[in-house]
């Protein structure tokens, strides 16, 4: 069964302090991975799309890479803006355009 | 930028109420996806629509059903409101038939049933 575990569910920074998100995944066949911001009360945000392993991509103090069985997501000196809930989800072969996501991880960044 | 959009952030209705919930995408995408997302239970997909006048139940469809009769815009119903159906509903649109299936989200509606 295609499956998607996001790590840690809550995390706490101090500003300027970097750490990393994980996003474990099972499936059959990966077509890409993708990683969304989502702040309280709105629709998710689209950050990256990942296609094989290896692969990296940045955008500011985020970067993601991704092996064949996990991505991270690195907050490099994060800043209180970059608190939100961060959301990982896979597109598996065999599901058409459907994404399978994970539960996704609370950033919570204290100035 | 793709966008989507949303009829109403905001959306507080009696139980038994017929509700119309409206998406509309500016990118010519032939997908197109609702969800509610819940405290504790995440994105849950709810129907989703490949091309105009074309319909699939996704993980959780009891309750509600879609209309597509044009390619930007997606409805959802709910033919009779109940409490459980409180939720925030995410509408989404993807492009098919390249090799990037991102999804883009709409704002959301936050749905209160009383």
């Known amino acids: 069964e295609d499956q998607v575990t996001q790590s840690p569910e809550a995390l706490r920074l101090q500003e300027g302090e970097s750490s990393s998100l994980n996003c474990s995944y099972t499936?059959?066949?990966?077509?890409?991975l993708f990683w969304y911001r989502q702040d309280p009360g709105k629709g998710p945000e689209f950050l990256f799309t990942?296609?094989?392993a290896g692969e990296e991509k940045e955008k500011e103090r985020l970067k993601a890479t991704l092996t064949k069985k996990e991505s991270f997501l690195h907050i490099t000196a994060p800043k209180p803006e970059d608190s939100a809930t961060y959301l990982c989800?896979?597109?598996?072969?065999?599901?058409?355009?459907?994404?399978?996501f994970g539960q996704g991880t609370e950033l919570s960044v204290k100035p | 930028d793709v966008k989507v959009t949303q009829s109403s952030r905001y959306l507080v209705k009696r139980t038994g109420e017929k509700v119309f919930l409206e998406c509309v995408q500016d990118?010519?995408?032939?997908?197109m996806f609702w969800y509610r997302q819940d405290p504790g239970l995440g994105l849950r997909l709810i129907y989703f629509?490949?091309?105009?006048?074309?319909?699939e139940k996704g993980d959780i469809p009891e309750g509600y059903s879609v209309s597509r009769e044009k390619k930007e815009r997606f409805s959802l119903i709910l033919e009779s409101a109940s409490t459980n159906q409180t939720s925030m509903y995410l509408c989404?649109?993807?492009?098919?038939?390249?090799?990037?299936?991102?999804?883009?989200f709409g704002p959301g509606t936050r749905l209160t049933v009383t």
């Open positions: 989404a649109s993807s492009p098919q038939g390249s090799n990037s299936y991102e999804q883009y």
């Open positions: 499936v059959s066949g990966l077509r890409g």
């Open positions: 990942l296609y094989s």
């Open positions: 989800a896979v597109h598996p072969y065999n599901q058409g355009g459907k994404l399978i």
């Open positions: 990118m010519d995408h032939e997908n």
């Open positions: 629509s490949y091309d105009v006048k074309m319909k």
